[in-house]
């Protein structure tokens, strides 16, 4: 904003693309118009398809209270247990144990957030069972949605039916790396710099079908294997 730029604060409502110009017309007073637009709204924007290679899922974390530092586990590395639900495990500078997991297709905000009771039951159960010595009464708990890609690779580039318009989606548990990298790349697209290897995060490539969330580990390996 020191540089000059404008702050809305909006929702996106319409999209379209006419002679040159990507227009965002907002549900205020604001109309936008643009030569390019980068759309970073999460999982979803009124007037584009997400690709067959996308989904919507919900996650629920929680964090204990701080810990006796003698009753946490070596080096405090991260533990993600790679069964189905997921869970993983991780420690804070002040000694708490982060975990989540319990992803399900849920997308009502309303209806995930009344699942928070349950899936934060289910958390710290197994917390419990894969580490004992935790005191696992909750400071706090938290759920989200967020999209996810069938290879595991975030969605960046160009909009196929509105080439004006780049997207950043699909990053799965991996928002904080992917959206750097969507900087990068989407600033590299719009300046020229394009590389082969941006191919590797176009919205229309190939990739393979979502396994059923409800499928074993043994299946989903025998998936990413074929
Ligand atoms: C419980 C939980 C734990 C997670 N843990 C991790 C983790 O440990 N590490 C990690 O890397 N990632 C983690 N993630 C994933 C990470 O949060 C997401 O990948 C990331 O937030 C996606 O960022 P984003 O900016 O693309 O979308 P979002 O964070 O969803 O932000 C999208 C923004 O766009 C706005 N918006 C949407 N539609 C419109 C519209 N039409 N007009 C205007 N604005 C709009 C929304 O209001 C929102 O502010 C976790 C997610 C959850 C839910």
């Known amino acids: 904003m020191k540089q000059g730029a404008r702050l809305i ?3 996106v409502q319409r999209l379209h693309c006419e002679g040159g110009l ?7 007073p604001f109309v936008i118009e643009a030569r390019t637009a980068v759309l970073a709204t999460g999982y979803a924007m009124p007037e584009i398809d997400m690709p067959k290679l ?5 996650s629920w974390a929680l964090a ?3 810990q006796d530092p003698a009753a ?3 080096d405090q590395a991260l533990i993600w247990e790679d069964s ?4 993983y495990m991780r420690t804070t500078p002040d000694g708490r144990i982060i975990a989540g997991g319990e992803d399900d297709d849920t997308v009502d905000p309303a209806a995930r957030d009344a699942k928070l009771a349950e899936k934060i039951m289910a958390i710290r159960e197994k917390v419990k069972r894969l580490w004992s010595r935790a005191d696992t009464r909750v400071a706090t708990a938290w759920c989200g949605t967020f999209g996810e890609t069938s290879d595991g690779l975030p969605l960046i580039g160009p909009v196929p039916s509105m080439p004006q318009v780049y ?4 990053y799965g548990g991996n928002g904080i790396t992917f959206s750097y990298l969507a900087t990068q790349v989407i600033g590299a697209m719009i300046g020229g710099g394009y590389r082969d290897w941006f191919d590797d995060f176009a919205l229309d490539r190939d990739a ?6 409800s499928s074993t580990s043994e299946e989903r390996r025998q998936v990413a294997f074929n």
């Not at 997207?167 to 699909?170: H, N, S």
């Not at 393979?208 to 969330?213: D, I, K, Y």
Request: net charge neutral.
């Open 167 to 170: 997207a950043a989606y699909g």
């Open 9 to 11: 604060g909006a929702s």
């Open 84 to 87: 189905h639900p997921y869970l």
């Open 64 to 66: 204990t209270i701080p």
């Open 208 to 213: 393979p079908a979502f396994v059923e969330r």
């Open 22 to 28: 990507v227009t965002a017309e907002t549900d205020g």
């Open 54 to 58: 996308h989904r919507t899922t919900s």
């Open 72 to 74: 946490l586990w070596r």
